[in-house]
């Protein structure tokens, strides 16, 4: 039973939980936090859910229906810390807020509570909520009827448009093995994705095909996702989205034109009508979070189909380039390379190895930002300098346009800005085009920057109602009622030392009391000698003693309090003035941050070639890949202070575009296979490239199938998810494709493994003629070399040594005469007798061809022969012991003493001290 099925109704429920029942009526698939006084408590099935999630404790409040009201609750101040938790377990959380102060509210009655943000994992904006150098993405998933094939980008209106029926909240539950089936409906649909961060206003769209969206799910990792009930989204947690269905394209269209102010959507670009529809269903979405507001968000941009190399989601879980296969990131592509300084310079880096460019001309401008960088090094310097001090600015915006900021982040818009100011200045000289434009870009805006320096303090508090937000001296209002304020408190000071020494108490302490104000406080031994004086009056006695109060307290209390609340009020004031302030220049903030975000990319590509053993590659419109001495960029940084890499050449010009790789396991075929891989991503994100040299031919799709496993949920086999995925390339890999792939064929007999790899092999080299690492255990493919011109046979290098085995983890060409396989065994652990067995067998196997050949049917194979020096030679009195025995009449138990006797006279050791 799910937990609004199980919450009770709200017949004879207090005035409050009146208000609570109804906010719950209409959010009855999120935890209610809502606030009474200085906590957001939870009720009913809601107070257990949270319990248990945040490990909380359970108590109760009050009654309902005769029975204790389950109830639990965190601390206001602390909120966040509590809210993280519950939206890293998949929880939306819907915030009700006390909406007027109850000291100051008129008449009788529950004070006035509304729901005023919902917080689901795709919608978070605060700091604790958010990972800092990982985008926080909402995908919108919709269908477009026109097929993709046909469909112009907003060519005619989708009849019958499908409603929305999840809500997923997607990171939690992505692994490297996720793979999404897509159910299509009736005809050839097409689909329609936009994808926005809250945080930092990011909002785009695409139109794929239904086959391509799992690719689209692990290049982006949503943290949410909205997608049509018909729309099957395996291995991903799911959650129902608004129950209102999407509009037609042409309402979807005219809403989203007019969210941005514009008279139509063509004014951004040409969007397919799925993609309009999905675009305004994440707008919607969020617009519903946000109790009817929307955040700072750029116009919505359509991404197209072409200038992106296409990696499927095998390929992104083989090449673990932002996320490793345990779910972590610490032994991924990103972390080898990242040497960002801000959280957008780490966001925009993991956008570029995400999505590798095939435009050559934009691959170059990122290539020249670095290189102008490691070429003038002061300038670098200098910016890496005001980088360092450089806040999110992004995402300190998109709080401040939600009406959510705090004095920290016009802060931020402050400091901000005197980063960008620095590196605009570092920036000088005659600049490539990207560099260039970044330093447009970051043109001090001193109006701007000279008011927030001027206005707040440094540091500023935390949140505005800490005070001391606004710097003294700013505002002459604020800086009178703050000197009434503080000088009533000097008073008071001294009206506590002149009753203390008055009635001769000298622990009297005038204290605030939330409900009561200021008070006197004296312990048991002094309240007889105050209760009789005809000035004090009694406020609340104490298990220690009481408080008490006069007419002159009062009168101050009074004083201080309005001085107080004045002083708030002008600050808050203020504050909301700077707030506006800064809003108006909110496009040109937001552009200031992208190009401190770009400097810091380039920065952080050129610190990794500074070293001198990463290179740029150059990138072509040809059909080139010639890696000189090319690297592994994660294992190299694995190793580091342990070991070094073994660098390795690899040639794939169109003319030896094949290249078959046999060797031993071990001996770094996989590696071999990955590093080329990574560096063809590298070199298409405009980084610098782990080799002395490297020339690449743009490739538009790369495959990736290195490592094997099993898809036991939906039955698959190891082999049936390898077929598969082969299949997948075979079917979508084109001459601009690298492919690279390891084992093809294992998993199955021997040679039905063999002619499935022989094959695939063919169809690569002649059929697709793309680019390919072949990897392979079946060296007879060796001999493919004299059929096929363009397969060049290589081999991992091993050096034999006193009966062993050294492997040099080199690349030579040629093929490999054995696989070692039974080396590999012994370095494994694997029992000595059965390695030797083993040796036996294959010297056996070798010498006759194989198991199945004419020369060496099965019996003549020492299948069940017990090598001899195995066991030592049998004595008199055993084969006396043997002889002597008569089966026919020994009874089970006669015949165990019998074995144990036996084996007593050959003195075989036990299993366990072998």
Not at 324 to 350: C, E, I, M, N, P
Not at 446 to 464: E, G, K, N, Q, V
Not at 615 to 640: K, L, M, S, Y
Request: hydrophobic fraction near 45%.
């Amino acid at each position: 039973m799910s937990d609004s099925a199980r919450q009770p109704r709200a017949e004879r429920a207090s005035p409050a939980m009146a208000q609570w029942f109804a906010m719950k009526a209409h959010h009855p698939d999120a935890l209610l936090f809502f606030r009474m006084g200085d906590f957001y408590e939870l009720f009913f099935a809601d107070a257990e859910s949270a319990a248990t999630a945040l490990d909380i404790a359970l108590t109760a409040r009050g009654e309902h229906d005769g029975a204790p009201i389950p109830m639990c609750g965190v601390p206001y101040h602390a909120a966040e810390v509590y809210l993280a938790r519950l939206i890293r377990r998949g929880f939306r959380v819907a915030v009700a807020e006390q909406m007027e102060d109850p000291k100051n509210r008129a008449g009788k009655g529950p004070i006035r509570r509304d729901v005023v943000r919902l917080i689901t994992p795709g919608t978070v904006t605060e700091e604790a909520l958010l990972e800092g150098g990982r985008a926080n993405l909402l995908l919108a998933v919709a269908y477009d009827s026109t097929p993709l094939a046909q469909s112009g980008r907003g060519r005619r209106d989708a009849a019958g448009a499908r409603p929305v029926g999840e809500a997923v909240p997607a990171r939690p539950s992505l692994s490297p093995d996720t793979r999404l089936e897509v159910t299509r409906p009736v005809g050839e649909m097409s689909l329609g994705a936009a994808w926005l961060d809250v945080s930092t206003g990011l909002f785009v769209t695409a139109a794929l095909a239904p086959a391509e969206l799992p690719a689209l799910l692990h290049r982006l990792e949503p943290a949410e996702i909205l997608a049509p009930a018909t729309l099957s989204l395996s291995d991903w947690a799911t959650k129902r989205a608004p129950e209102s269905a999407p509009s037609p394209p042409l309402i979807a269209r005219r809403r989203l034109a007019e969210a941005f102010g514009a008279a139509s959507l063509e004014a951004f670009g040409s969007f397919t009508d799925g993609e309009a529809i999905a675009a305004f269903l994440a707008l919607d979405y969020v617009r519903s979070t946000q109790a009817g507001a929307l955040p700072r968000l750029t116009r919505p941009s359509p991404q197209g189909r072409i200038g992106v190399m296409a990696l499927d989601a095998a390929t992104r879980a083989s090449l673990e380039i932002q996320r490793a296969r345990d779910g972590g990131d610490r032994h991924t592509l990103y972390a080898s390379v990242q040497r960002t300084l801000t959280q957008a310079g780490a966001r925009l880096l993991g956008t570029w190895l995400a999505a590798p460019l095939t435009d050559t001309d934009e691959i170059a401008g990122r290539q020249d930002a670095w290189s102008w960088l490691i070429a003038n090094p002061d300038a670098a310097t200098r910016a890496r300098a005001a980088l360092r001090s450089a806040p999110d600015i992004t995402r300190a915006l998109a709080r401040l346009s939600l009406n959510r900021g705090g004095p920290r982040d016009l802060a931020a818009m402050r400091d901000g800005l005197g980063a960008a100011a620095a590196v605009h200045a570092a920036l000088d000289g005659p600049l490539p085009v990207v560099l260039a434009n970044a330093r447009t870009a970051l043109a001090p805006d001193p109006t701007i920057a000279r008011t927030l320096t001027d206005a707040l303090t440094d540091p500023p508090p935390h949140r505005l109602e800490d005070g001391n937000a606004i710097r003294p001296g700013y505002d002459g209002d604020l800086d009178a009622e703050r000197n009434l304020r503080d000088d009533s408190r000097r008073v008071l000071a001294a009206l506590q030392l002149d009753l203390a020494q008055r009635y001769g108490v000298a622990s009297l302490k005038i204290k605030h009391h939330a409900q009561l104000g200021y008070v006197i406080e004296v312990p048991s031994a002094a309240v007889e000698k105050l209760r009789v004086l005809p000035e004090m009056t009694l406020r609340q006695g104490m298990a220690n003693g009481a408080r008490f109060t006069t007419a002159e307290l009062i009168e101050l209390d009074r004083r201080i309090s309005e001085a107080g609340e004045r002083a708030a009020a002008r600050e808050r004031t203020i504050f909301a003035t700077l707030v506006r302030t800064t809003l108006d220049h909110a496009e040109r903030l937001a552009t200031a941050a992208d190009a401190l975000a770009l400097v810091d990319a380039a920065q952080s590509a050129a610190k990794l070639a500074e070293s001198g053993t990463w290179c740029r590659p150059v990138v072509t419109n040809g059909e080139e890949f010639e890696i000189r001495a090319g690297r592994h960029p994660v294992v190299e940084a694995a190793i580091a202070g342990r070991a070094t890499f073994v660098p390795n050449h690899a040639d794939l010009s169109p003319d030896r575009r094949l290249l078959l790789l046999t060797g031993p396991n071990m001996a770094g075929k996989s590696t071999f296979l990955r590093q080329n891989a990574l560096i063809a991503v590298l070199a298409q994100a405009g980084l610098p490239v782990p080799a002395d040299a490297a020339r690449i031919g743009v490739i538009d799709r790369l495959f990736s199938r290195v490592g094997a496993s099993d898809d036991l949920a939906r039955g698959r086999s190891t082999f049936m998810v390898e077929m598969t995925e082969t299949a997948a390339i075979l079917h979508q890999a084109g001459p601009r494709s690298l492919v690279v792939v390891d084992e093809i064929g294992r998993g199955t007999a021997t040679l039905d493994g063999l002619a499935i790899a022989w094959a695939v092999l063919e169809a690569l080299h002649s059929v697709i003629r793309c680019r390919t690492i072949f990897a392979t255990h079946f060296h007879e493919l060796a001999e493919l070399a004299d059929r096929l011109p363009r397969l060049r046979p290589h081999t991992m290098r091993v050096k034999e040594w006193k009966e062993s085995v050294v492997f040099l983890h080199e690349v030579a060409e040629g093929a490999a005469r054995r696989s070692w396989g039974v080396h590999v065994a012994e370095l494994a652990g694997v029992p000595a007798p059965v390695v030797r067995r083993a040796a036996r067998l294959l010297a056996s196997l070798e010498k006759h061809g194989g198991p199945l050949s004419d020369g060496a049917p099965l019996g003549a194979l020492p299948l069940f022969a017990t090598p001899s020096e195995e066991l030592p030679p049998a004595s008199d009195e055993l084969r006396e012991a043997l002889a002597a025995l008569e089966p026919d009449r020994m009874s089970p138990r006669d015949a165990l003493d019998a074995l144990y006797r036996l084996k007593a006279l050959l003195a075989v050791p036990d299993a366990a001290a072998t």
